[in-house]
């Protein structure tokens, strides 16, 4: 192949573009935030909490638009084996949005936190925020080494220019707008990024449908004519492993530091509820193009096309399907606006996890943990630096390593199994403690790790209920694997002991020392008797008291007495009642 010249000149016209918009963003902002008295670290986190509906919801569902999920959406769909009824990642984070706005935007805007760390780091105390930290960081980096290969990947199908070079000036121009202005720098190129993708998309889908070597995709949803029907069917075998991935997509998508970096920046905590339902909306929209493309693949006849004879299925290649439709089924420039979208839809969820991967380890570890004397001016240098390295270590990834989606999925679900209930806890149950923390944590990790990982050729040592062993046979070489499958919802079961374990180790800590079982020099990770100790931080320390509306928090103002639900349930997730100003707070303990 040729380099294409009209494709590379889109190329860099869009990067162009931008870069430029980044700059213009940084620029018009230097100032927000930091007029009004907040830090100016605290405004490149969450933009002077600023954020309109506008932009705020562009950017929100951007985030979640990204390289993976047009590109994923489409090889599901295209899959014989799976079908649309398998392309779960519509629903499932366009449900996540929709819950995450009901039950967790409010009280975390309301409270006025800076990262989704905070509340931990408040209550379990630093080195318990240490440690959920570790999971957060990987999902953010191996989620953006991820979608960055998937792009040179991409890159390399219809403009045939090198992988490598493509996936480091991308990683690149994404790295030094969010040096440059932060969170306004990406929540503004999400507004160009987002109609790039819809408008490239949806540009190329009426010229694939088009051509002649494509048939009626409505009959080749019910009828197999060079594949099995693309809508896909969910055998009873496997109904219990949907719906585990299903929950997985619907919960595990909220406990994320890019989601909560939006909710933190709405102007108000309605907002803030509101940007989620808008985003929600909008993730479904997006996938639509998606799903065309990839029942598009599944209608052709391959050897009709530039492509050749044989599927890509049969070369393993499914999932380039989407750039593949592209590049042989579309006129060649119609191909470069697709481009275009696949290249947006990367740099714009690149760009907002390696923000948020620095957000949190300059201001939950650096910060609060190791240095609480830092000026803001250092704290803004530890971002600066943090995202360079976070970006780079992404980019290394991308390129050097082979697993980097089997480690991106592992991690995604340890954030589902370890990080969503201890979420739950700190914000819903009442009493729970470092202690309870550690064992969830625990828990949630060998339950997980328990059940293997395929990607990564991991294998199981908990073999769940159900578990089958299967064949797979690569195409292109050959090469015959067996791995084994859990049939079982073993990552819905290891996040619901995780939750339950918090629950239980925390009452059971507090129920020894309390009652004098056992004496409180062995409180030693001081969550118990020593409870206002250095350990567990101050709100002071975590939150500013102009960022507090407490006229925000929900209007429900339970009566919490001797009833089971005030025993366990934290009132103050639900109403501001008894709750005060940071400030009053501020007494000696």
């Known amino acids: 192949m040729a380099l294409h010249l009209e494709g ?21 902002n230097k100032n927000s935030g930091v ?14 909490r600023d954020i309109g509906l506008f932009v705020g919801g562009f950017t929100m569902t ?32 366009a449900l996540s949005l929709v819950v995450g706005g009901l039950f967790f935007a409010k009280p975390m805007r309301s409270r006025g936190y800076v990262t989704m760390l905070d509340p931990f780091q408040q209550l379990y105390g630093k080195r318990m ?90 009959v080749t949803a019910v009828k197999k004519v060079f594949q099995t029907p693309w809508l896909g069917t969910i ?52 996938a639509v193009p998606s799903v065309l493309i990839g029942a598009i693949g599944a209608s052709t006849d391959w050897n009709q096309t530039s492509y050749g004879p044989v599927p890509p299925m049969e070369k393993d290649e499914s999932d380039m399907i989407l750039p593949i439709v592209l590049q042989h089924l579309c006129p060649p420039f119609v191909s470069f606006f697709g ?31 190791f240095r609480q004397s830092a000026s803001d001016r250092e704290i803004v240098w530890v971002m600066r630096v943090t995202i360079f390295v976070f970006g780079a270590l992404a980019t290394a990834m991308a390129l050097l390593t082979g697993t980097v989606y089997g480690l991106w999925y592992l991690s995604s679900d340890l954030v589902y199994v370890i990080i969503f ?77 995780s939750l339950l374990g918090n629950a239980v180790f925390s009452y059971v800590a507090k129920y020894l020392f309390e009652s004098g079982t056992l004496s409180p020099k062995y409180d030693f990770l001081d969550a118990v008797v020593s409870k206002h100790s250095k350990e567990i931080m101050d709100k002071t320390t975590l939150v500013g008291s102009d960022n507090i509306i407490l006229s925000e928090m929900a209007p429900v103002k339970p009566r919490i007495g001797s009833s089971l639900a005030g025993t366990f349930m934290n009132a103050e997730a639900l109403s501001d009642e008894g709750e005060t100003s940071p400030d009053l707070n501020n007494e000696p303990q």
């Not at 290249?343 to 609060?368: E, T």
């Open 129 to 218: 925020g240490g440690l959920l930290f570790i999971p957060a960081l990987m999902g953010e980096i191996f989620w953006s080494a991820a979608i960055l290969s998937a792009l040179g990947a991409t890159l390399s199908v219809i403009v045939d220019i090198n992988i490598n070079l493509s996936v480091m000036i991308s990683a690149l121009i994404a790295i030094f707008y969010t040096l440059v202005g932060g969170l306004y720098s990406v929540a503004y190129t999400d507004v160009v990024q987002l109609f790039c993708i819809f408008v490239g998309l949806w540009i190329s889908v009426p010229f694939a449908l088009a051509n002649p070597a494509v048939s009626d995709i409505g």
């Open 35 to 48: 007029e009004g008295g907040s830090d100016q670290s605290e405004s490149i986190m969450v933009g002077g």
């Open 339 to 369: 481009l275009g979208a696949v290249s947006a839809a990367v740099m714009s969820s690149a760009d907002s996890s390696i923000l948020s991967a620095s957000s949190m380890f300059a201001r939950n570890i650096y910060h609060l943990a």
């Open 421 to 497: 209930p201890q979420l739950i806890s700190v914000l819903f149950i009442k009493g729970t403690n470092t202690y309870g923390s550690v064992a969830g944590y625990v828990f949630g990790l060998l339950l997980r790790i328990g059940g293997g990982e395929p990607y990564l050729k991991l294998p199981p040592f908990i073999y769940y209920p159900g578990w089958t062993q299967e064949k797979k046979v690569h195409h292109l070489t050959k090469e015959v694997e067996h791995i084994v499958m859990q049939r079982f919802p073993f990552k819905t079961v290891a996040m619901l002991a």
């Open 8 to 28: 590379l000149l889109a190329i860099v016209v869009f990067y162009v573009l931008i870069l430029f918009v980044g700059i213009w963003a940084a620029w018009k």
């Open 62 to 93: 951007a985030t979640w638009v990204g390289g993976g999920y047009i590109n994923g959406t489409a090889e599901y769909v295209y899959l014989p084996s799976h079908g649309l009824a398998w392309a779960q990642a519509p629903f499932g984070y």
């Open 235 to 286: 055998q009873p075998s496997d109904g219990w492993m949907w719906a585990d991935n299903f929950c997985l997509l619907m919960l595990g998508g909220i406990p994320w530091q890019v989601y909560f970096q939006r909710v933190l920046s709405a102007s108000s905590a309605t907002y803030a509820q509101v940007l989620s339902f808008l985003a929600a909306f909008g993730c479904l929209v997006m």
